[in-house]
């Protein structure tokens, strides 16, 4: 018995669709590499593709195979990694839908970096987001990538006021401004702090590698001080101590990402899009604070030169 | 003591911000209504400005507080409607802030609707979701108003593959095709079906009115049927019957929710862009399949009219 | 034509179910109050029934009915509060199930109580999480209800740390311990310092009542500091200095919140179930850090008098 | 230089406390198996320990470094399994705080097993949750394991109901009730369906194991069908006919799950407790509806022998 296509058939209302897929596939990665054991991560991915107004309906599984493929030749060949998987899976896509013009397919992963605390070098472990996103036609395949990383933040505003009301504490006591200025400078000044949340995004035509391990050591590099799973006493207050000494606004966050991003991707063209996004839990509100930069890096480029 | 004011120093890196503000803000929202009790919500904000270069931070409290400016006014004034909330926040927060020039707040919220069982008319609600976007600059401000309806589809290439099957399994029994044709049209046909999402969104200029309740209604017409709250057994046979007399795909319930668009706008503008969503949370998958337009008005009254 | 009644059949597997019934139902919630403005709420219900063995189904519409009932009868009555909706709920359900002997009701809500900053007095408003669950059989109805507010909290142990370093510090600069010790009494010391979330539910028969308001004031003072939406710069160095002087760890926080119960709630039974629960967002790790007592009444007020 | 430990001192308030620990802890879990590769998965931790009521705070990196050493340990050994991992950590936990009598850990993840689809056989995946809790004391250990897996469900009240309907439809057309009801038998009769998730989980002391892959089966056994990431034409109505043959209510799933448990588990004892969860994804409500058993295997036993 042959079974009808239905999807084949013209539809009543003949618009183009920008995209038709499927979203909150859950699939088992695992990526060969060159020397290293493979990556094995459990990724969630969204798979679309473009419709012809002619068109009543898109074969939908055929994205799934689509995948499939990908992931079956990425367990055999250390070149798919992490980084590229979405942009192959996305030129996969295109080349299975006749009538498709255009594929989306973008990825939400979890990802574990090994670490140490600073003083005690106990070895832990962090558990990071990764992100990307690819779209793929026949002229060009545009990739973006991205990791989203916790820190910590100390407030600069708050940090001030305090300095202002300890100097009028201690100019009570008979001490002179250079021994009170001398006195601040050995002394940690309170403000609130909060756990805060960076992250970078790089789109790029995928001809071009964007590392996600140098997009999480631009975010930790960022914010106040970096945050641990483990910390003896000594590493916990190593983190304050340097989380004081570096009071950040999550605009300056934001900054700082961005000079790290102009520095370290020489390598990229001007018309990569980056994009920087620092969230504060703030600690003294309920609600959160947050900064962003979306930009092509050429004109970043030129805003860091002036 | 007179407090520092941090935020306004010159930042070590002088790049420009796209955005700075706060996100999360929950808010009571209570709004006047001419001859009608006032509507009454808890919705969530994000609210933000552009910052320059020049400047180490954006004074965050300002959003807020106009926020509240704008909130007081609304219980006195019908004319704030929960439409035009996020424009007029944008144009206070714009106000408030000397050194921006784009003003973005973005709200989600919940919203009850009255209904009625489709046979027994027994009375019972609905909560949608509703969402806002406004970005005002000194040139203007445009304003995108959206809702989130479920519903319920049924899936027509099944349903034609059942058909199929059963008209093989009826020819055994000595049937013409003319019995088996009049057989198949008084039995409605099983097919998977499963809870659907239709979203619709318009971006507008802020003196364009685009009404919530409207796009509501559009999205309920554009799946297989409407779902209710309570459904005593005769709703439930009427529903059932309604959704398998009207399968559809992801595809066609956005092109019928574009259709309606169309017709319904008659007064908006070209440039006014629409994106209509489709999710549907597949019964026999894990995974959720979707389609979605997102186009300017402008091009889908010409596909449409072709 | 007589519809047929499948729930009522006997199971293939007489097996008694626990609970059957409805979750994720969200209701538009008004209640009627002596002398203020009604209260307005979205709220959402999960609602069951236990159902013995020799029944294939529940009626399920008739739990939706039950809480229909419930809230026409709370928008006339202002004696139906927001403390007691759940426990009125669950009796009319067990009501309307002649073939149940147990009927469970919960509610999740967000209730918005207005503030005002600490030192500028300016106004503001908090959304605060309450819930409440009410369990009917013949004999007895108890009743849960709690709340979830978020507060800021400074951690005790890297403060004396910290203290501990300013102190090794100073004493290179010849300052006697006398000396050192009032500094560091004129001094917020540094600490780490983060977004807590504090819960306390009280479960007690129905005739008792357990006023929300009461337990978010308790879960307020049981932090380091209130936090806010609004706070101008004197609010944030009230804050600061507040939150730096109550060092708390979570285990503190649980045991204020423990206290405070016992002391403010003197007319509850013995066998009131007390939980009160802290979670930190801690700012220095990636996970959060938790304390806990689940414990009655009459345990709690035993181990305070000792 | 000594750093302070404050967690050592006596609280001013004395009062036991349940648990405190750390929650949200993501970490890389590598278990080692004795043939087969090793299973990676990233998982959500809680960890915590009682707390009496004479010392100040718990020492939460304790817990860390507890996990640490079990993952350290499931890398070299394949004796520990998924399934064992929460009573190893509870254990170490245990030991590693004199202070506390017992200790609680509870895990959440997400497996990957390899599907056939059922006409084409095409090779597919499917991501599960698991999920387990382990008690520690000095006396014992307790360990739940649970799994949840989605499925379809048909309603079988809406296909009697349809069934009545297409009854009567066809009285008119002058077929005897013997013809109708042969008619009746060869047709797949319409009614609602939708996306059901199940979940079982069983609570055991440690020496008896509960596979979880066992869970799973009986899980997806229960409902109307199995649904897979993967249709072709000819698979998805396979399961369009299995699903319309095999109508269940979640009363019934629930019920099914309880019997093949009371079936397949004959090695664990009476004391064993057993959670058993259908929660339906309603295609005809907002809502969900549910059915759920706890109890304890015993009286299963003996409800099922009656």
């Given at each position: 018995?042959?079974?009808?296509?239905?999807?084949?058939?013209?539809?009543?209302?003949?618009?183009?669709?920008?995209?038709?897929?499927?979203?909150?596939?859950?699939?088992?990665?695992?990526?060969?590499?060159?020397?290293?054991?493979?990556?094995?991560?459990?990724?969630?991915?969204?798979?679309?593709?473009?419709?012809?107004?002619?068109?009543?309906?898109?074969?939908?599984?055929?994205?799934?195979?689509?995948?499939?493929?990908?992931?079956?030749?990425?367990?055999?060949?250390?070149?798919?990694?992490?980084?590229?998987?979405?942009?192959?899976?996305?030129?996969?896509?295109?080349?299975?839908?006749?009538?498709?013009?255009?594929?989306?397919?973008?990825?939400?992963?979890?990802?574990?970096?090994?670490?140490?605390?600073?003083?005690?070098?106990?070895?832990?472990?962090?558990?990071?987001?990764?992100f990307a996103e690819?779209?793929?036609?026949?002229?060009?395949?545009?990739?973006k990538v991205g990791a989203r990383?916790?820190?910590?933040?100390?407030?600069?505003?708050?940090?001030?006021?305090?300095?202002?009301?300890?100097?009028?504490?201690?100019?009570?006591?008979?001490?002179?401004?250079?021994?009170?200025?001398?006195?601040?400078?050995?002394?940690?000044?309170?403000?609130?702090?909060?756990?805060?949340?960076g992250t970078i995004s790089i789109k790029v035509?995928?001809?071009?590698?964007v590392?996600?391990?140098?997009l999480?050591?631009?975010i930790?590099?960022?914010?106040?001080?970096?945050?641990?799973?483990?910390?003896?006493?000594?590493?916990?207050?190593?983190?304050?101590?340097?989380?004081?000494?570096?009071?950040?606004?999550?605009?300056?966050?934001v900054?700082?990402m961005v000079?790290?991003v102009?520095?370290?991707?020489?390598?990229?063209?001007?018309?990569a899009v980056v994009n920087a996004k620092q969230?504060?839990?703030?600690?003294?509100?309920?609600?959160?604070?947050f900064a962003e930069v979306k930009s092509c890096l050429?004109?970043l480029?030129?805003?860091?030169?002036?």
């Amino acid at each position: 018995m042959k079974l009808p296509d239905v999807q084949a058939d013209r539809p009543d209302i003949t618009v183009d669709l920008s995209r038709v897929g499927v979203s909150g596939l859950k699939k088992h990665v695992k990526l060969a590499r060159e020397q290293n054991d493979p990556v094995i991560l459990i990724s969630e991915f969204d798979m679309s593709i473009n419709l012809p107004s002619y068109r009543k309906g898109a074969n939908l599984s055929r994205n799934l195979e689509a995948m499939n493929t990908v992931l079956e030749r990425a367990i055999d060949e250390p070149v798919v990694e992490i980084e590229s998987l979405c942009a192959e899976v996305a030129k996969e896509i295109l080349d299975r839908h006749e009538y498709g013009k255009k594929a989306f397919v973008s990825m939400e992963s979890e990802y574990a970096v090994e670490r140490e605390a600073p003083v005690s070098n106990q070895k832990s472990q962090e558990v990071i987001e990764i992100f990307a996103e690819a779209v793929a036609t026949e002229e060009e395949v545009s990739n973006k990538v991205g990791a989203r990383v916790k820190g910590t933040t100390t407030c600069p505003c708050a940090q001030e006021i305090m300095a202002e009301k300890i100097r009028e504490s201690l100019s009570e006591k008979d001490l002179s401004k250079e021994e009170i200025d001398d006195l601040l400078d050995r002394i940690p000044i309170a403000t609130h702090n909060q756990r805060g949340v960076g992250t970078i995004s790089i789109k790029v035509p995928e001809e071009y590698f964007v590392p996600i391990e140098r997009l999480v050591e631009i975010i930790k590099d960022s914010m106040s001080s970096e945050i641990f799973e483990i910390l003896k006493r000594e590493d916990e207050a190593h983190v304050v101590e340097e989380a004081f000494d570096n009071p950040t606004f999550v605009e300056d966050v934001v900054r700082s990402m961005v000079s790290d991003v102009v520095k370290d991707f020489s390598h990229l063209p001007d018309k990569a899009v980056v994009n920087a996004k620092q969230v504060n839990k703030e600690s003294i509100h309920s609600h959160d604070a947050f900064a962003e930069v979306k930009s092509c890096l050429g004109d970043l480029r030129q805003e860091m030169s002036n």
